[in-house]
């Protein structure tokens, strides 16, 4: 019974954050778009941003100081790709780690 319910809270903070990036994009939903659904999840920021509106939606390292860094950026080839100077910009202003594997990407 605990491990349902703690599914059941997974789901439903899941589709809290889907329905308000969805909501950002000017489409309301409640479906679950990816498996991890955090910030530094290159599928999913490529997923938000091809959507209507998804070019709006920031993914960025929110720090301490209210300094914001972008946590994506593009290669060369203009690919979507973790941005490294500013995950070092971030670390500089103590960045807090936000994905469930306490992990960046």
Known sequence: AK??????AEAERATAAVAAVAAAAGKPSHELYAEEH???????????????????VSFVYDCPDYEEFNIFGTDASG????????????????????NPRDARF
């Open 79 to 98: 690919a979507a790709c973790a941005d490294a100077a500013n995950l070092r910009m971030a670390d500089e202003h103590g960045v807090l780690v936000k």
């Open 38 to 56: 955090s910030p530094t999840n290159l599928q999913e920021y490529m997923r938000v941003r091809s959507t209507a509106g998804g070019e709006a």
């Open 3 to 8: 491990a349902e319910a703690e599914r059941a």
